[in-house]
């Protein structure tokens, strides 16, 4: 008895975890990172070391966490065509206890943020606050009725570039320092990043999408030309992102930016011409390397933008680590 009853209580603390889908929270952990890099001023020191982790607290586990566990709530009977074994429509977790779930991180989340605006104090207090309150409101209409943000990719695509790419980057550089100009640039590029790989992500609901009136961009273009416009976000992002390398005075980098440019389009051709099996030579990288990390799909589509998924990513991180580096140093 007293076994069973342990047993039923790990299962469900794994499936409120499950709930918060925590291989989620490392998609903002990069631009944390970079803003921290850019502000130059982070400090060898305990303090310092703690309101890092904190930050990285707030924007993983409470602030997607909360996005995460709202969007399951909210889309139930999507996921029954979906995502069936996720805890809500499996019948691990009930509804209430997923409200239970999304409520408490959410306080947590506020609590915590808000003790770290006030610790700030000053105009890059009031930035990080309002950076993360801005972050938790989107977060949820994202997925609540009655906007729902997600329902139409005109609106969703823009909420998760925000949340995901845009205000992660300012509040991390309010953490340590003052906003600088290249900051905002750096934060403008993860935005219209976030965008198009949002875009491309919708192809593993596709059916669900369509069945429920959700218009993703797959759905109302299709996968061929849903590929185009994100590939080609994707390169104006790296293109701007090489002429603001050259303006800063960073000019070995802006040649490496161009280079990461060559290689995408490289791989972007092929999954342009066959959406459901181009640039299958990177399959094994999403197989034996990076799919833990990525995920894996069935849906072919989906499959070909995780290939394409390992190759930018590294690019674009690799770059932008470089240029937040850089704009640390310029500032220190």
Known sequence: MTVTKRSGIIDKA??????????????????????VMASGAMQSSTHDYLLLFLLF??????????????NDYFDLELDKVNEPTRPIPSGRL???????????????????????????????????????FIALIFG????????????????SAPAVGLCYGFVTYLSANALFGEIRPEVIGLAGLNFFMAVALIIMNDFKSE??????????????????????????????????????AWTWGFHILMYLILASLAVNIFIQIP????????????????????????????VHEHNAFLRFQVVNNILFLVNQFSAAALIGLKYL
């Open 57 to 70: 607290v707030i924007w993983g586990p409470l602030g997607i966490g909360f996005s995460q566990s709202v």
């Open 140 to 155: 949820y209409i994202y997925s609540a009725p009655p906007l729902k943000l997600k329902k139409n990719i005109f609106f």
């Open 207 to 244: 059916d669900g999408d369509a069945k429920s009136g959700m218009k993703s961009l797959t759905v109302m273009i299709g996968s061929r030309n849903t590929f185009l416009v994100a590939f080609l976000i994707i390169d104006l992002v790296f293109a701007v992102f090489a002429i603001l």
């Open 271 to 298: 999954i342009y011409r066959d959406p459901k099996t181009g640039a299958s030579f990177m399959q094994n990288a999403v197989d034996d390397g990076f799919g833990n990390a990525i995920g894996k799909s069935e």
């Open 94 to 132: 009930t509804e209430k206890e997923a409200i239970w779930n999304w409520s408490i991180v959410l306080l947590l989340a506020i609590l915590i943020g808000t003790w770290i605006g006030i610790h700030i104090g000053g105009q890059r207090g009031f930035i990080f606050t309002s950076c993360l």
């Open 14 to 35: 794994k499936a409120h975890l499950e709930l918060l889908d925590p291989v989620t929270w490392i998609s903002a952990f990069p631009c944390l990172a970079g803003g």
